[in-house]
Nanobody, 118 residues
Framework: QVQLVESGGGLVQPGGSLNLSCAIHGSWFSIYVMGWYRQAPGKQRELLASITSGGTTSYADSVKGRFILSRDNAKNTVDLRMSSLKPEDTAVYYC????????????WGQGTQVTVSS
């Protein structure tokens, strides 16, 4: 069983920075994709950034240049460093792991609230 636990959310002023961390417990296949999503009220869940088991990262245009995803294989964590935050970044942020044949096995964290407001 795989469990993802996010931490680091909170309230930050516009232009500020915040770091989110996702600790992944359990075991999974060697081929996987880890990612960070967010969901604002009334909107669909949005993929922000991801990293493959091979180390390839990708970012949504909305966060490119402002958010940085990093992975620590020794600690089994995947972090999202967010800077130049805007009010429209306010959402619940989720960590995600896809693995298994055809990435059919998918796991989510419980989510952490990020609020950008003055």
């Amino acid at each position: 069983q795989v469990q993802l636990v996010e931490s680091g959310g909170g309230l930050v002023q516009p232009g500020g920075s915040l770091n989110l961390s996702c600790a992944i417990h359990g075991s999974w296949f060697s081929i996987y994709v880890m990612g960070w999503y967010r969901q604002a009220p009334g909107k669909q869940r949005e993929l922000l950034a991801s990293i493959t088991s091979g180390g390839t990262t990708s970012y949504a245009d909305s966060v490119k240049g402002r958010f940085i995803l990093s992975r620590d294989n020794a600690k089994n964590t995947v972090d999202l460093r967010m800077s130049s935050l805007k009010p429209e970044d306010t959402a619940v942020y989720y960590c995600n792991l896809k693995t298994g044949f055809g990435f059919t096995m998918e796991y989510w964290g419980q989510g952490t609230q990020v609020t950008v407001s003055s």
